[in-house]
């Protein structure tokens, strides 16, 4: 499915310490997305990028930072995880003209911040 | 901002029934509308997308429909079946800036369960 793999599948962490979570993704879509979700809040955006190195902030960054040196790899950094980062993690990508620009999205990673 | 809403937030149903799910955004300002379905503990599953300019979409027996002027979408399942229980998600794709990136804007979802 668009050939996006997350990794790691689970993670637990202690609070302070930074995390990184990677996708990655097989077919060079240019478009890519991290969202995170919570009961009761759903799916929110905290960041995308439109491009190697072009990223930018959706409505959740705080605390959270990105990189994108390759079209493949979409790198998100924790830099200081908290308890309230404890959440399930999605990566997605746009698909393409041909694909009604549908998105799809990643199994996911589930962080646990202790 | 754009916000979406599903109702109801969860819905029990007999096995065999017809059930419709609701989705509302506030700014009609969209580029396609998709709808996903969602297993405990999975990832999102695309089930059908409907672009700005189409009415509906059909997937054997799912069909869903879009209203933009009135802000709204519906996702219909026949024939309801066990294996049909999961939450189901509507996501608009919205504009982020006017230099044209995009984004999906979730509503909350509606948790089904298909009783046998």
Known sequence: DAGITQSPRHKVTETGTPVTLRCHQTENHRYMYWYRQDPGHGLRLIHYSYGVKDTDKGEVSDGYSVSRSKTEDFLLTLESATSSQTSVYFCAIRGRREENYGYTFGSGTRLTVV | ?116
Not at chain 2, 1 to 15: D, G, H, W
Not at chain 2, 64 to 76: E, F, H, N, P, V
Not at chain 2, 78 to 90: F, I, K, N, V, W
């Open chain 2, 1 to 116: 901002k754009q916000e979406v809403t599903q109702i109801p937030a969860a819905l029990s149903v007999p096995e065999g029934e017809n059930l419709v799910l609701n989705c509302s955004f506030t700014d009609s300002a969209i580029y396609n509308l998709q709808w996903f379905r969602q297993d405990p503990g999975k990832g999102l599953t695309s089930l059908l997308l409907i672009q700005s300019s189409q009415r509906e979409q059909t997937s054997g027996r799912l069909n869903a429909s879009l209203d933009k002027s009135s802000g709204r979408s519906t996702l219909y399942i026949a024939a309801s079946q066990p294996g049909d229980s999961a939450t189901y998600l509507c996501a608009a794709c919205t504009s982020i800036t006017q230099g044209g990136s995009e984004k999906l804007v979730f509503g909350k979802g509606t948790k089904l369960t298909v009783n046998p």
